[in-house]
């Protein structure tokens, strides 16, 4: 595949852009995979990347029900943070973080990572301390995180009132090289360096059915056909409730539609982003000058991907006392994801009680942030056939054995 470069723009501008190839080939579906991977997310096309690229395995197909990146993964609001509370949860999201930093340059796509720094705001006395806690349990996993004063917030965010009667702002954790990054960039680099070294990126086409054979794992049924592998990986976020029943094993996993908005642009006003977490809601401002605001998930279990008027009620009622600018705004639009929740907060990497089949899935609210992470350890776990080093901890297992990751303040409501 031809080399993105400033090059290659310079070129096409003389030729009227009639040399562009498509970013990933159109192949037809084959009989048989030695790896099949259900779910065109950016935690799907990632595995399928990494299963090529380090571990060499290039027989693949990735098969998606709808468009690449039309679920979770182009409908989040792009927090990219790290600052986790348990070891085994920064050490992967830690990872991903470290792994967007060169992310454009390694998928030779721009996927518009932007470090501007993410603050959580402690707007109660105890939510003051959780974030202490956090930050020393940061400071010995490595993760770079300091405590910020009122006065240091409002110096980064001058539009924020600190004073405010209800929840006035007691201080933040900040993380500096957190930010954001363009979310459908992410899923078409991954999804572009992936067909080009040989994965077959299969749009719509659903898969129906998983066919097994003495307990272990022997295809695919889709709305195109039936397919053969050896391994399959199911990817598919909101639904993994529903692929698990294919295969004939339950989830701990609750499927609930987390909503966001933005507003019309507006002036550049604040250049990092903001959560606040007692009251249920998140800000930043996007590259086209939209406010990019996000609340708490849905109080009832649904499979339903459209935003509802009493949430934006809620969530802006949340944020306009730190933020009253936002009272004189108008929305430009809403939606809604399924987002798969698990009792602990933290995700489900691994084996699955039929064999070859592996399951990544209950990022929830935060699964975007750990895209290349997560990609990285399932391909691992896949490839070995074994729980890799940074999987390892977030097995299935851990429901029965109760050897809970308790992510339920860093991650439960925060994205
Ligand atoms: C409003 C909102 C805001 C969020 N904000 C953040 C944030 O700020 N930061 C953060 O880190 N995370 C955030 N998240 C969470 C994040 O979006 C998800 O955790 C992440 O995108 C999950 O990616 P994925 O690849 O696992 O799933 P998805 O992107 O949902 O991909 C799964 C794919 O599987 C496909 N699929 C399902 N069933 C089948 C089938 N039977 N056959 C074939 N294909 C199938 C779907 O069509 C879908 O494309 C947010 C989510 C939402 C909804």
Redesign the pocket.
């Known amino acids: 595949m031809r080399k993105y470069s400033a090059f290659a723009i310079a070129r096409e501008a003389f030729r009227h852009h009639s040399g562009w190839q498509r970013a990933w080939r159109a192949p037809s579906l084959k009989k048989s995979y030695e790896v099949v991977i259900?779910?065109?997310?950016?935690?799907?096309?990632?595995t399928a990347y990494y299963l090529a690229k380090n571990h060499g395995i290039r027989d693949i197909a990735v098969?998606?029900?709808?468009?690449?990146?039309?679920?979770?993964?182009?409908?989040?609001?792009?927090?990219?943070?790290s600052n986790y509370l348990q070891d085994e949860s920064a050490a992967i999201y830690e990872k991903a973080r470290g792994l967007y930093e060169g992310l454009s340059a390694e998928l030779n796509y721009n996927i518009m990572f932007s470090p501007r720094g993410v603050m959580m705001l402690a707007q109660t006395e105890h939510e003051l301390r959780g974030y202490h806690r956090i930050n020393q349990a940061n400071a010995i996993q490595g993760v770079a995180t300091e405590m910020l004063t009122p006065e240091q917030v409002k110096a980064k965010v001058p539009i924020m009132e600190i004073n405010g009667p209800r929840y006035p702002v007691l201080g933040a954790l900040w993380q500096a090289r957190g930010g954001?990054a363009r979310?459908d960039a992410v899923?078409w680099g991954y999804a572009r360096a992936a067909s080009d070294l040989g994965v077959d990126i299969i749009q719509q086409?659903?898969?129906?059915g998983i066919t097994q054979s003495g307990g272990q794992v022997t295809g695919v049924r889709?709305t195109r056909g039936d397919v053969a592998c050896k391994k399959l990986g199911i990817?598919?976020?909101?639904?993994s409730g529903?692929?698990a029943e294919?295969a004939g094993f339950r989830l701990p996993i609750e499927s609930v539609?987390?909503?966001?908005l933005v507003s019309e642009p507006i002036k550049p006003c604040i250049d990092v982003v903001v959560m606040a977490n007692t009251v249920h809601g998140?800000l930043s401002q996007s590259d086209k000058g939209e406010l990019v605001i996000?609340g708490g998930a849905d109080g009832y279990n649904n499979y339903t991907q459209r935003g509802s008027f009493h949430h934006v009620e809620e969530t802006v009622r949340a944020l306009i006392e730190t933020f009253p600018i936002i009272s004189r705004l108008k929305q430009l639009r809403q939606?809604?994801?399924?987002?798969?929740m698990t009792g602990d907060r933290s995700p489900i990497i691994g084996k699955t009680p039929l064999g070859g089949c592996f399951i990544?899935?209950g990022?929830?609210?935060?699964?975007?942030?750990?895209?290349p992470g997560?990609g990285w350890a399932l391909a691992a776990t896949m490839a070995k056939g074994e729980p890799d080093g940074l999987a390892a901890p977030f097995g299935l297992a851990r429901f029965a054995e109760g050897r809970f990751i308790d992510e339920s303040v860093a991650a439960g409501v925060a994205?």
């Open positions: 259900v779910g065109g997310g950016g935690h799907g096309l990632a098969i998606e029900k709808g468009w690449l990146g039309g679920g979770n993964t182009g409908r989040n609001t792009t927090i990219i943070r954001t979310h899923a086409t659903e898969v129906t889709t990817v598919v976020a909101g639904h529903v692929l294919m539609s987390l909503q966001a998140y996000g939606w809604g994801g399924i987002v798969d990544n899935c990022w929830g609210t935060g699964g975007f942030k750990s895209i997560s994205h």
